[in-house]
């Protein structure tokens, strides 16, 4: 049996996301927000225009995502994870400004993990395949930012219990790194 | 064809089910087994709800065999297929994500154009096979243009290194599709048409079959197992297509598909 899993409330502080370590399970709660591709670029020229971010990046987690459209019913259609790596290029931006969580799937850049442990930023693993489950644990969701870019706007989610695994913790630690060569042979 | 999009996205086919439950028996990494009871958890939710599974409803390609006997009246079978996807993404509830160009990235608004490949059969058959191509792992896909004299062993170390490449970004456990031989597009034409094989129905040649055998051990000695996470099931199964090539020539082709591996197939 695995251990019991921590329960997080976003936003985070620095001092709650010490304790996590990689391959931890953390179920999340609170508020988190969507954008991925395009809101990144988005974001990017903002900063450097000087411009307002549409969301506060100071405590919050960004979950890269695109979800599909919502049945009736639904706050939010089917939300699995996307590649974290395209990503890789505008993360840095968000992180020195007080990003301190990410969750998407897959590898992440040396620049970004480096910014992770500098800033304090935790990256969290969701699994990809389990997109209507994961659409289940998000009990509110609203457009806030980049209505145009559909499936690619900003949404502010209110969670319940979202299910991640810390894969980059801020001491090193890699679970995609250290599970493979466990488990190799 | 809108049916067909709805079912492929939201109806996980039953040969990549028992795939994934054969892997949970398999698996000896505790994480890795989670991950497999959470995607047969999703499906059957997704199964119920009749939602998509993945929220990256992909590119719709189709494989069309068309019976030489068979005409078409009242339109182009490309216009029917395209059609056909665009009711079956809106009323499905799916995601629209093609773009116009790689440059203009203006969506599409529908999800076509569809992607479709034809190849006549005899008889007055007509059967469409539909992939649902996410494109997550479709990136970590690659083709290589090996020499004769490189070989087997290095198609084999090959399509082995772009799964290590892929590592966590493939959404492991994978459907590995391999094509090889013919001219360059040949090869990666293949190797998607080779994932629309029902899971784990090996080659009918033995020798091709008992490649897939060896491929997939050596895949899943790599380690990285379920999302990325470590274990030992890092793909359920090794689809390889083969064409006779030139003399100078050994094209080998890696698609990769992830754990949502969707297909749909309908006869008229």
């Not at chain 2, 069309?64 to 005409?71: C, F, H, K, N, P």
């Not at chain 2, 056909?84 to 154009?113: A, C, W």
Request: hydrophobic share 40%; aromatic share 6%.
């Amino acid at each position: 049996m695995s251990p019991a899993p921590i329960r997080l409330e976003a936003p985070l502080s620095k001092e709650e996301i010490e304790p996590l370590r990689t391959s931890d399970v953390v179920r999340l709660n609170g508020v988190i927000y969507i954008a991925r591709d395009a809101a990144h670029a988005r974001m990017k020229r903002a900063i450097e225009a000087g411009e307002p971010l549409p969301l506060d990046p100071e405590g919050n987690i960004v979950y890269y995502s695109g979800p599909a459209p919502a049945r009736p019913g639904y706050a939010l259609g089917p939300a699995g994870p996307t590649t974290a790596s395209r990503m890789d290029p505008y993360s840095p931006l968000l992180i020195e400004r007080g990003l301190r969580g990410m969750i998407g799937k897959g590898l992440r850049s040396e620049a970004v993990i480096e910014s992770m442990r500098e800033h304090g930023c935790v990256y969290f693993g969701a699994v990809e395949g389990t997109a209507a489950l994961l659409a289940d644990c998000v009990k509110e969701a609203e457009v806030i930012a980049y209505e145009d870019l559909g499936a690619e706007g900003v949404r502010r989610l209110f969670v319940e219990e979202f299910p991640v695994v810390v894969v980059n913790d801020l001491y090193g630690g890699d679970l995609y790194r250290e599970g493979r060569g466990r488990w190799r042979r | 064809m809108r049916d067909l999009c709805i079912e492929a996205n939201t109806r996980l086919p039953q040969e990549h089910l028992a795939a994934l439950r054969r892997a949970l028996e398999a698996e000896e990494a505790e994480l890795g087994r989670e991950v497999i009871e959470r995607l047969l958890e999703n499906a059957e939710v997704a199964r119920e709800r009749c939602i998509a599974f993945c929220q990256d409803t992909g590119y719709a390609v189709f494989f069309v065999e068309l019976g030489s006997d068979v005409r078409i009246s009242g339109g182009e079978i490309g216009s029917a297929i395209d059609e056909g996807v665009r009711r079956g993404y809106e009323e499905g509830y799916l995601r629209k994500s093609m773009v116009r160009s790689p440059i203009d990235r203006t969506n599409t608004g529908d999800n076509t154009p569809a992607v479709v490949y034809y190849e006549p059969a005899p008889g007055d058959g007509l059967k469409l096979t539909m992939l649902v191509k996410g494109a997550g792992c479709d990136n970590m896909s690659a083709l290589k243009m090996l020499t004769p004299a490189e070989g087997l062993q290095a198609m084999k170390r090959f399509v082995v290194q772009t799964i290590e490449r892929a590592g966590p970004n493939a959404s492991p456990p994978l459907t590995v599709g391999v094509g090889m031989g013919g001219p360059f597009e040949k090869a990666a034409v293949l190797a998607k048409k080779a994932l629309t094989r029902p899971s784990g129905e090996p080659n009918s040649d033995p020798e091709l079959a008992f490649l897939e055998r060896e491929l997939l051990d050596e895949i899943n000695a790599t380690g990285i197992g379920p999302a990325g996470y470590g274990g030992t099931q890092t793909a359920l199964a090794v689809h390889i297509e083969s064409f006779p090539t030139h003399i100078a020539a050994f094209p080998v082709a890696v698609n990769l598909d992830c754990h949502s591996h969707r297909t749909a197939s309908a006869e008229l």
